[in-house]
């Protein structure tokens, strides 16, 4: 059972790692284009936030 546990936080974290690695590629194109993306924060609002900002979130 223990083992399961491990398994599953050891996917966690590299589907984690995944998705921040797809985020940074996204927002480094779109700063390159000098382009916005569309973000949402954790109470549901929406806004377009320069790419440039948010790469700088990354670093």
């Not at 996917?11 to 700063?31: F, N, P, R």
Request: charged share 40%; net charge positive; glycine share 6%.
């Amino acid at each position: 059972m223990e083992n399961k546990k491990k398994n599953i936080d050891e996917l966690s974290e590299k589907v984690l790692q995944g998705i921040t690695k797809a985020l940074k590629k996204l927002a480094e194109k779109s700063a390159a284009s000098n382009k916005e993306l569309v973000i949402g924060d954790k109470y549901g609002n929406v806004k377009r936030v320069p790419a440039k900002e948010l790469l700088h979130k990354f670093k």
